[in-house]
């Protein structure tokens, strides 16, 4: 029985975890293997484009190729292994509890899925996001067999467009919550370990961000100036540091009074190498609880932008863009306005999800 | 007390400034002149440097900061101009608007957020616990926009047109287009036929935010000695949940109510935009887009004020509903 399993999970990555009860894991590599090799052999005649097309085209293939046999890797060793139990405290007993959680499982089986359709849109996509149809027959064409989720003013594809604009929504989420964690990190790090008057003035600067009504500044800064990717991304993630700067300094005050703090400073350290080497990675895990949180905030707040007209401009789709384009037709094209949002919610959804389930696995006194 | 307030208040002057000052200088550095709004086809160059001299935009920045500041300091807000009119009045007209819609949506996200906060808690680890929980994140993480244009899909599209409902809901304005024929009564049901779908959809993410923290505020009072003494002594669990229970879980729902009043400004200004709303948000959003500066500089001022006042609340709050905190 035990080695008919081996056998069955070193050949079909994610039934031995399936069926030892590891649920998250065992997803996760099924899901990869099956969807990916559904995909390889749907799509495999764009598959040359490699030679001609871009890099994203090469990514796509790339993911779509070794996607597959990192999972098989993966789960070849893990059947192999043999699994110790996690430590009190440790970051495997983290994982234990998160994934007891089906609802944080089921947010980052999504995110995984959002992270890889992105990466293989170029392959996946029937269309391009900017290719017209049929101006004459083709515009907002109900949901059907050619066009999944319909076609919108242009006779343009919106499961193509939705596709792609999720590229943009999770780069510029990512790029976003990098701005933010790293400065404020350092931010927060700085005012909380030297305390005093760096302290003061540094956190007097937060207060006066924090004071800041977030959306009526970024309306003003990209209304003002060419919104670009770079100027969205900036803007976002320079209006989001305030609050990661407050929570670094709260956790650096009481960390900082800890023994092997002490003990590194008794052994001579400069304070930069005790703030970089024992204090910040004791930071990670109310991090990423706030970067989790903050994904789902930017997505919510870039796609706002996008909805008043303030997004990245017209070529580029963006869900908050579709969902204005889809507004003045609710009436006669309910699914123009209504996928886009849909995908919004879908993908905020999934990451509150599993910010609320590091929360608990991390801190299991919390009520939630 | 009245006096912990004032210092706050004083306090908070330097802070607003600061907004104000990162305002003005992020607009003003930005390219483009509000001059333009002005200058029509055809006019000599004179005249269009008289137009901006008149406005006050040909001085060097700093300059004009100084300006505005000094006559900030003596209340003066300045001449809106895409509205042609001061600033003060644009705002006396569309700021009422906001107030009664972010007034009703504090009501509607509270009370329902207690209640739901409660209800769930009181039915821990159960599935309609487990499928709440995972309802309440899902309205929390839908953006308002959207929300608003699927609420007016189906209450004043479809209901209207393809199901043919008894009632259907307006999807814009405050008031109808007949208002003025209509009878008392009638005017007032077709207020509050437009505020439904607005304060709807502007409560419903603080109703999910609120009723989790309802929900972790009973559950922690709900493991405590005095319940347990108030259920010992024989009283019915209809009073012990509201009078023991919720009376104390609710001193840290209480606060969140200042807390929420900057974040409910922020989320009328997109739900305002959905609903055409004339309220503070549209005027604001409209304001950037004709970049009318001391408009700008007005409703952002307004905005930051606003999150003071609610900090203020929230630490005020605190106090009144826990006797244990006092501000000397």
Known sequence: METGRRVLGALCPGVHQILAGRWAAGLILSGSWVGLLAVATTRWRTFPAVLTGGWDVRIAVAVIVFGPLAAWIWSWRDVRGSREHPEAGSAGEVVGRFVESPAAVAGLLTIIALVVVALITPVLASFHPAEQGDLLAGRFRPPSGTHLLGTDRHARDLLSRILYGGRVSLAVAFGAMGISVGVGTLWGAVAGYVGGRVDGVLMRIVDVFIAFPRLVLLIAVVAMYEPSFVLIVAVLGLTQWPGVARLVRGEVLSL????????????????????????????????????????????????????????????????????????????????????????????????????????????????? | MTRYAITRLLGAIPLVLGVATVVFFVINLAPGDPSLHFVTPGMSGETIAQVRSNFGLDAPLHIRYLKWISSLATGELGYSFSHRRPVLSVIAASLPNTLLLSGLALVVA?????????????????????????????????????????????????????????????????????HEALSFPGRIGDHVAHLVLPVLTLAAGMMAAVARFMRAGVLEVLDQEHVRAARAKGLSERAVVLGHVMRNALIPVVTLLGLYLP???????????????????????????SRDYPLILAGSILFAVVVVIGNLLADLLYAVVDPRVRHG
């Open chain 2, 263 to 289: 974040v409910l400004f922020s989320g009328a200004v997109l739900v305002e935009y959905v609903f055409a709303w004339p309220g503070m948000g549209r005027v604001l959003v409209e304001s950037i887009a």
């Open chain 1, 256 to 368: 900082r009074e800890r023994e092997f703090v002490l003990a590194a400073r008794a052994l001579g350290y400069s304070r930069r190498r005790i703030l970089l080497r024992h204090v910040i990675p004791n930071l990670l895990a109310p991090l990423t609880v706030a970067a989790a949180l903050g994904m789902g905030n930017t997505i919510l707040l870039e796609s706002g932008l996008g909805f008043l007209g303030l997004g990245l401009p017209a070529p580029v789709p963006t869900w908050g863009g579709m969902v204005a384009d889809g507004r003045s037709v609710l009436f006669t094209a309910w699914w123009v306005a209504a996928f886009p949002g849909l995908a919004i919610t879908v993908s905020v959804v999934s990451f509150n999800l599993v910010a609320d389930g590091l929360r608990d696995a991390l801190d299991p006194r919390l009520p939630w």
């Open chain 2, 110 to 178: 509270f009370g329902g957020g207690i209640l739901l906060g409660t209800y769930q808690a009181l039915r821990r680890t159960s599935w309609t616990d487990v499928g709440l929980n995972v309802a309440l994140v899902t309205v929390y993480s839908i953006p308002a926009f959207w929300l608003g244009l699927m609420l007016i899909l189906v209450f004043s599209v479809m209901a209207r047109g393809a199901w043919d409902w008894p009632v259907w809901l307006p999807s814009s304005g405050m008031v109808s287009t007949d």
